[in-house]
């Protein structure tokens, strides 16, 4: 068994959890923040069986797009005057990131 765990943004996540149940995958949704944007983006955990992670993928990739997101340099310019001046720069944020992990004990209690 494998623990898929997928980094999507938000506005793609009606959709993808839709199709996923659709499909009788079993999903749980974490409300997280990425870390350099420190915006809030959502993390999926579906436990499957080994020869479904394939198909668990391909439905993210058909319900996930990239965006071009601004954000301001997390290290700001500092003139010689000690005046910080932070300047905008674009990220290309997903698709989605995925993590595929083996599962060592699955049990329902
Ligand atoms: P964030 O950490 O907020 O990153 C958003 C986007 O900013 C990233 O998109 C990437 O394009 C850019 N970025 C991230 N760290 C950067 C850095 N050190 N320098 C320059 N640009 C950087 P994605 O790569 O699509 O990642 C989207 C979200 O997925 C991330 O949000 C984070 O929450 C998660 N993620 C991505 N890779 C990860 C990893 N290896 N481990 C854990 N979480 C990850």
Redesign the pocket.
Known sequence: MKLVIA???DEDVHSLLDELTTHKFRVTKLA????????G?T?LLVGVEDEEVDKVIEIIKDNCE?RE?I?TS?TPVSGATGVFIPFP?E???????V?VVDVEKYVKL
């Open positions: 980094i999507v943004n997280t923040t990425g870390g350099f944007l420190k915006s983006n993390t990239s997101q954000t997390p720069i990220v290309k944020v997903g698709g989605a990131t993590f």
